[in-house]
């Protein structure tokens, strides 16, 4: 019965039109495919493993192949591939047959970018090199060829604002091709700069002098500039009409938005040149006798009122000494013929044969000193 079966199946293949496989001598088992030796399927296909084995001369008793009857045939992976039966008879013959098969890759290898990334920004004047690579996609054969007119590993030009485009060619072993493009931006992210020259920063000028504001902005090979705005324009005079520390700011504006500040403080005090005769110009000491009042005179350039003292000032100090002074009592007066400030600082008696020093400090926050000794 067993022997009917076989035949039957035989004759069924033999209607089907399937191939065989040669056996090894006469009266072997056969095995039948349900593909041609050689036969060449797209990567993809949808194909199931088909095949039986028959013999005319006995029973099969084994008909096993390299993967389950009816299971799909390995066409993820491009290249060739064999698959193998083996046939065993009821006397212990046996045939093993193969089948081989070629899979066609027909993805298109992709291109890696990592620099530069499709749609990325770049700051103008950045550090950096073309990075990329090619990959083909799974099951293919691999990569024949990553072309670009430009190789990895050169340096970007990020010196040149705007949009700009970059192509690599990848050619996989099957000769499939794809060309892909990435777009990028260079974009200004650096602020102009400023140059002020005038006021310098932390510049000291006497009240009422003729100071004139220079500035200038520049963007070099950014944007361009849309606006370089000062306190006042460029050229301008500075404000020195009243005593105290004031500034003077510079804002600069590029066309990309990119915004830059710069700020310089400057002090406007007194005209004062130091003090005239009979004081000696400190650490000179002048010699003075005790009890009577000393003349400590002055300019500050025209008359300034009388309100021209900070508070706790003028006062006596030991020479030499960090602390302890005194309030200096005395009359301050002003001639104008002669643009002269007087201040008749009154002494002790009792200071005969010590040094002092007279502390003047100005409203400007200024400090003066001038060196006395008391004779006994």
């Excluded at 079966?5 to 056996?23: I, K, R, T």
């Excluded at 990848?170 to 260079?186: C, H, P, R």
């Excluded at 830059?260 to 010699?287: I, M, N, Q, R």
Aim: hydrophobic content about 35%.
């Amino acid at each position: 019965m067993r022997r009917g079966l076989v035949l039957a199946a035989v004759a069924a293949a033999v209607l089907m039109g399937l191939p065989a496989a040669a056996s090894a001598a006469a009266g072997d088992p056969v095995v039948y495919f349900s593909f041609d030796d050689g036969a060449v399927f797209s990567q993809g296909y949808n194909v199931q493993l088909g095949y039986f084995c028959a013999s005319d001369t006995s029973a099969i008793v084994s008909c096993v192949g390299s993967q389950p009857l009816g299971s799909q045939l390995d066409t993820a992976h491009a290249g060739p591939h064999t698959v193998t039966v083996t046939a065993t008879d009821f006397d212990g013959r046996q045939t093993v047959a193969s089948r081989s098969y070629t899979v066609l890759d027909i993805t298109k290898p992709h291109v890696v970018f990592r620099t530069p990334a499709d749609g990325a920004t770049y700051e103008q004047g950045a550090s950096l090199t073309y990075d990329y690579g090619c990959e083909d996609d799974p099951g293919g054969l691999g990569i024949l060829a990553c072309v670009s007119n430009i190789p990895a590993g050169v340096p970007l030009d990020t010196s040149r604002l705007g949009t700009f485009s970059f192509s690599v060619t990848a050619v996989d072993q099957q000769l499939n091709i794809s060309q892909q493009t990435v777009q990028y931006t260079i974009a200004d992210r650096t602020p102009p700069r400023i140059s002020l020259t005038s006021p310098a920063d932390g510049a000291t000028y006497v009240l009422g002098q003729q100071v004139w504001a220079f500035f200038s902005c520049d963007d070099g090979n950014g944007s361009g500039m849309n606006g370089c705005r000062g306190n006042l324009p460029s050229g301008s005079q500075l404000d020195t009409s009243s005593l105290g520390t004031k500034t003077f700011g510079v804002t600069a504006y590029d066309r990309a938005g990119n915004v830059a500040h710069e700020t310089h403080s400057y002090s406007v005090v007194y005209d004062f040149a130091g003090f005239a005769s009979p004081v000696a110009d400190y650490p000179t000491a002048t010699p003075m006798k005790p009890g009577e009042s000393v003349p400590l005179k002055f300019s500050l350039h025209g008359d300034q009122g009388s309100n021209i003292f900070a508070a706790g000032s003028p006062a006596w100090i030991p020479c030499g000494a960090l602390d302890g002074q005194s309030p200096a009592d005395g009359t301050l007066s002003y001639n104008a013929s002669a643009d002269r400030y007087t201040l008749l600082a009154t002494t002790s008696k009792v200071w005969a044969g010590t040094c002092r020093d007279l502390i003047v400090t100005l409203r400007d926050g200024t400090t003066h000193r001038a060196r006395l000794t008391f004779g006994k």
